[in-house]
């Protein structure tokens, strides 16, 4: 029992050391990969259309997916925009494919400012799923098994481990060439349910369940002559987390607020706000306005919660995504919703960015009078323009004129006391 002890120690510590030696050598204040990825309005469209292509096979059904070097680069940065600063180079070669990646690193850190790794993926035959064959951490050369064990043991021991299953659970084959990648999957409803309750995982959790019930107080004496406002509430969950919190969990019980506010204007199942003292039959559900807008209180709180449980930037994109597809086909390019994402991703940021901040929002947000007070009048700018005239209008969400409106949005939001 001692040496299988003795083993399982060492085992542990020299994957804690391999760990170490790619971190120390993968970091450098030099990216090897340039961070200046820009997204055209065609960028995204192209983007989602390829990140999107598996939702075309029913399930139960084998499909197919075809990408060019092009495709990868395009699907991955746009992924990489959505969910931190870096960027990757990826380069089909040799029956294999190969990684260049550069991850921006939290200004605090003295050590460096990036963390450059390459690697390549490829297999010996289609129906073999892809191998490591080659890591670098910077200018550490490691063998690809160990770097393939380090990788294997992180995710079998997190809940990147239900995501791995969940991406890799449904290949049948990858077929690697010089021109492009050929993935065939088979599409299941299991699959699909088991990528819900991923995404739901939290959803009931105990301390979450405390703003629930608050917000079903709230609910249950709403008089339904009137419009239920975000205002009504944001304004008591932060109150309650005001009288909850210290300035070390500030940041923990907002972000359990805002989780919970979401919750229920995004209208999630009636269940999630379902404790053992609150009756089914006694549930109620009113739509939640801003400037009488159910579709802005929606926007709002949603970008709030995308902020604070990730970062600015994802809400950020996936605001502009959002109107982006709608002109393509939706209700719709609106600047009006997006007030209210930029509204609702600033509440968020400041809301969990430090403790300072959080304290400050509780104060100010249980004191607030009405919505105004965190969201700006925007029932004036421009919407309901189509894919060709928005394209007209403001060319792309690159171009001045763009620009210049997001710009008045952002001076309009900061006008706020609450983001001063």
Known sequence: MIIILRLLKYSFATLVLLCFLIVFFGVSNKPDVAIDWKLTTDDVIRAQKILHEGAKIKPDEIGTIELSQADLNLATNYLFNRYTNSAAVI???NKAVRFTVTMTLPQQLIFGKYVNISFKLGNEKPSDRPKLTKFKAGALLLPAKFAALIIDTIIQHTRLNEYFILATRPLKSVDINEHRVIIAYYS??????????????????????????????????????????????????????????????????NKLAIMAVNNYVNHKEPKAFITRSVSKQTYKYYPTFLYKRTDLAQHFISSAAITASLNREIAKVMGEEKELSDANGGSGFSFVDLTADKAGSRFGELATSTPE??????????????????????????????????????ESIDSPVYREISKEIDTRISNIPLYQ
């Open 188 to 253: 299941s409803k299991e699959t699909r349910l088991h990528a819900g309750n991923i995404i739901t995982h939290n959803i009931e959790s105990p301390e979450l369940n405390i703003y629930q019930i608050k917000i079903y107080e709230v609910v249950s004496n709403h008089n339904p002559a009137w419009r239920l406002s975000l205002a009504d509430l944001l304004k008591p969950t932060f109150q309650l987390a005001l009288e909850r919190s210290s300035i070390e969990t500030a940041i923990k019980e």
């Open 357 to 394: 901040n959080a304290r400050k929002a509780q104060k100010m947000m249980a004191e607030i009078k009405d919505y105004s007070d965190f969201m700006p009048e925007p029932r004036d700018l421009p919407e309901h323009m189509n894919d060709a005239e928005f394209k007209l209008r403001y």
């Open 91 to 93: 380069e089909l070669k």
